[in-house]
């Protein structure tokens, strides 16, 4: 059990998941941006990733995912008393893509709200549920993480096209008898948000002249830069947040981070001092970075593979545009 002495008790009852149908290998990558399958994987880990059907949107991902993480929990959408969808690209201001998952699960009178923190965006919603429902504000909260990072990868950007893609997780964060999140280390390096952009709308709308720079507003990302963050400044978030749950690494028996690289992942276990018997998520390999819904189809993929874990402690962390960053001690559901 986690041993903070804040009081109240929450946890994630749940995790359901909508991975994309389409599995895109490197090879139909690589030609467009004169690359190849093995530079790809000694970089970044990638050997395929998945992309939605054209006519599939984030709430239809994200509804499909909230849907199987109720069945899992065993509660009914008349139980959600807040949903919150963490999406970096679901394309419309307003209304917000929480009400339209909302709407399609029939959780009819649930506050819900869109959260923006790319790559974060999961655990930082995972931290907001759970001081909601420690607080006596909600008894249950769906936390939703769905991208369709497709419509927005520009397919010759050498420095983007290989990563992003499509899917979408959620878990229910309710009441339980055990302190099963541990606090939020969280914030952002926002100095540093130039690092990861995307194009105006509105520089595209008002794009009169075929010769202007401004094109459809595609993910834009240094990489070399983020890498270097990611890797030397990250882990001190996720050593935070084990000191914040009042545990020590070896109490961990995963960690599963935002499915971002696969170097930086093995860094930050090392820089860490992970156990090396820790189960580490790598589902970027066959499902590539997926931004806010990382997290949840990782650990998913986990769950599956490793059943032993149910119950136990995982280090989970975000982290990417901003530079925002977020992390947190959880007991797997």
């Given amino acids: 059990m986690i041993k903070s002495k804040v ?45 939605a059907d054209r006519d599939i949107s984030v709430v239809d991902m994200g509804t499909v995912a909230a849907n199987q993480a ?38 009819h009178k649930a506050a819900a709200f869109d959260l923006s923190a ?27 993480g769905s991208e369709k990072l497709s419509d927005f990868t520009n397919p010759t950007d050498r420095a983007t096209a290989f990563i992003f893609a499509d899917g979408a997780g959620a878990v229910v964060v309710g009441q339980s008898t055990e302190q099963g999140i541990g606090p939020t280390a969280w914030g952002s390096d926002s100095d ?42 990250v882990s001190k978030v996720g050593t935070k947040a084990i000191e914040l749950a009042g545990i020590t690494p070896s109490d961990l028996k995963a960690f599963v981070p935002h499915q971002a690289n696969l170097r930086i992942i093995e860094s930050m276990a ?40 149910h119950g136990e402690l995982a280090l989970i962390i975000g982290y990417g545009a901003g530079l925002a960053y977020a992390a947190q001690v959880v007991k797997l559901p």
Wanted: proline share 4%; aromatic share 6%.
């Fill in 7 to 51: 009081g109240g008790n929450a946890s994630i009852l749940a995790v359901g998941i909508y991975r994309a149908t389409n599995l895109v290998p490197n090879s139909e990558i690589v030609d467009k941006i004169d690359s190849t399958d093995e530079w790809i994987q000694q970089r970044t880990g990638i050997e395929s990733r998945r992309f």
């Fill in 70 to 107: 109720l069945e899992r929990a065993g509660i009914g959408s008349d139980q959600i008393d807040v949903v919150i969808l963490a999406s970096i690209s679901y394309p419309h201001q307003t209304p917000s893509g929480a009400s339209g998952i909302a709407s399609n699960i029939g959780a």
């Fill in 118 to 144: 790319a790559c974060a965006g999961f655990t930082y919603g995972v931290g907001l549920a759970n001081d909601l429902v420690r607080g006596g504000t909600a008894k249950n909260v769906l936390v939703i």
């Fill in 192 to 233: 540093q948000r130039d690092a990861i952009t995307m194009s105006s709308w509105l520089d595209f709308k008002n794009n009169d002249s075929p010769a202007s720079s401004i094109a459809w507003p595609d993910i834009v990302q240094e990489g070399q830069r983020v890498f270097r963050w990611a890797v030397f400044s």
């Fill in 270 to 309: 090392k820089d860490m001092k992970l156990s090396p018997d820790i189960l580490i998520a790598d589902d970027i390999r066959t499902n590539g970075n997926t931004s806010a819904a990382s997290i949840p189809l990782a650990m998913d993929a986990l769950l599956q593979s490793h059943p032993e874990l």
